[in-house]
């Protein structure tokens, strides 16, 4: 890889697990093999119909050598309602972590250990029936990719620019904008490149309905912080309506945020109230797997641009992005359970024994 950085999702480690499925057999055994091309169908149904749904999820190198992956029981719960929303077939939560375990494990020694890299696990799963029946598939695949990252974005711990389109949507009610699903993906590639035109990183998604609310900002989750009044600090996010996934990263912010002693709540913040520039948004930040915590600078619409904050990384943004990382990479103690060792990777103890 010489001395290029890593960038995100460009790289794959040497293995990769593999599950099949069938009406008759259910799952087969996981197993792990080397990272290869796969041999589909060109009428395998994904292609056509696009029953394809994935996670993200990291495994992070600590300083004694181990590695440990962030609450992946949490992933393997979503992939199963991703899967119910797409007609797929559930896959057993255990089996999902073994396989990410199988990975992690087998290429523990391509995990990158320079700040802010981790290994990013992708799970994904495929209708691999050939078919041109408009209908669920009566076979998948079900495999885990390993790529070693660095931080999402380049320039990681800037704030960034966000263009707001009330043109184009992400999700509907009733719809798979809940789903990790693949044509979730595809259908945000074209704003996401009107973004970019505009001198913007990401996409702030609004409502469908009324255009006038916010709820996700590219793929990752929404928070903000206000003022009230006596000008104590309120973290706001939006609630899970059916339309925002639910983020992994987000339900531990809040955990976290709380047990700081900063007032959390789940309520729906306008597009008026984000860009009214009267002050009261003092911060603003997204939150994924891949990006972590990553402070929101300036948000520009088609009549305008406003800056939120200072425009710089606000105080509780900083906080939470600290604290999060120091429990992911197991720098301060995990109190909630989320860090899940990999087995095999960790290293034997140094030093003589005792
Ligand atoms: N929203 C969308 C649309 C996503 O794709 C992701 C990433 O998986 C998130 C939010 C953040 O979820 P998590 O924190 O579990 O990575
Ligand atoms: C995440 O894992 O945080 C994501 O946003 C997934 C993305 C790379 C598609």
């Known amino acids: 890889m010489g001395t290029e950085p890593l960038g995100f999702g460009r790289h794959f480690t040497g293995h990769m697990a593999l599950a099949r499925w069938t009406p008759e057999a259910g799952w087969s055994d996981v197993e792990l ?3 290869a091309p796969l041999a589909l169908s060109p009428a395998a149904m994904t292609l056509h119909y696009g029953q394809a749904i994935f996670e993200g999820l990291k495994a992070y190198p600590r300083a004694d050598g181990s590695l440990s992956l962030f609450r992946p029981g949490a992933n393997a719960e979503r992939f199963n309602l991703s899967a119910a929303r797409l007609a797929m077939p559930e896959l057993p939560p255990a089996v999902f972590v073994e396989a990410c375990e199988l990975v992690a494990s087998a290429d523990a020694d391509q995990v990158p250990r320079g700040p802010g890299q981790s ?3 992708r799970p994904f799963m495929i209708a691999t029936e050939p078919s041109l029946g408009v209908r669920p598939a009566l076979e998948y695949l079900f495999a885990v990719i390993g790529s070693p990252v660095d931080h999402f974005f380049a320039d990681g711990h800037q704030a960034i620019d966000v263009w707001c389109s009330s043109d184009r949507i992400r ?17 945000s590639l074209a704003v996401k490149a009107e973004a970019v035109a505009q001198g913007c990183h990401e996409v702030l998604w609004l409502d469908a309905e009324e255009r006038r609310w916010v709820e996700e900002l590219g793929a990752m989750n929404f928070f903000c912080v206000t003022r009230d009044e006596g000008g104590a600090p309120l973290l706001v996010t939006p609630p899970l309506s059916g339309t925002i996934l639910a983020g992994n990263t987000r339900d531990s912010l809040l955990r976290i ?7 959390v709540a789940e309520r729906p913040v306008s597009l008026v109230e984000l860009t009214a520039g ?7 930040f997204a939150c994924g797997t891949a990006a972590s915590v990553v402070p929101i600078g300036a948000v520009t619409t088609k009549e305008r641009r406003v800056r939120i904050g200072d425009g710089h990384p606000g105080k509780i943004t900083t906080r939470l992005r600290d ?4 429990i992911q990479y197991g720098l301060q103690p995990d109190p909630y359970g989320w860090t899940h060792p990999v ?8 030093g003589p024994s005792v």
């Not at 009267?278 to 603003?284: F, K, N, Q, Y």
């Open 119 to 121: 290994l990013y696990l």
């Open 323 to 326: 604290e999060l990382a120091a």
């Open 343 to 350: 087995p095999g990777a960790t290293p034997a103890p140094v």
């Open 278 to 284: 009267d002050g009261r948004v003092t911060e603003a």
């Open 33 to 35: 093999s080397a990272h």
């Open 257 to 263: 945020a709380s047990d700081l002693g900063v007032r």
């Open 171 to 187: 999700a509907a009610r009733g719809g798979t904008g809940a789903a990790k699903c693949a044509g979730n993906y595809a259908g």
